[in-house]
């Protein structure tokens, strides 16, 4: 019998996952849910998360602007 296949996570299970991390896996979790690469995971910098406007700029050639929502806000 095959596997069924990946289903998203719902909201409730990404607080659940975020909120029980360790803080030095944080990182890792972030890059899988905006769908970095670990480049532009290793690029970040903390100039690069705007709290005001709510968005994280992912440095490269071109860079590109994600919005910080649900459990992924400062």
């Known amino acids: 019998m095959a596997a069924p296949p990946p289903r ?3 909201r409730h299970e990404l607080s659940k996952l975020l909120l ?3 803080p030095e896996n ?3 979790l972030i890059s899988l849910l905006s769908g970095m690469t670990v480049a532009e ?3 970040l910098r903390v100039s690069h ?3 005001r406007a709510q ?3 992912v440095p490269g050639s071109p ?3 994600l919005a910080l929502e ?3 806000q400062p």
């Open 63 to 65: 860079s590109r602007v």
């Open 26 to 28: 944080l990182p890792v």
């Open 55 to 57: 968005t994280l700029t």
């Open 49 to 51: 998360v705007d709290e």
């Open 70 to 72: 649900g459990p992924l």
């Open 20 to 22: 029980s991390a360790a």
């Open 41 to 43: 995971l290793l690029a």
């Open 8 to 10: 998203e996570l719902d």
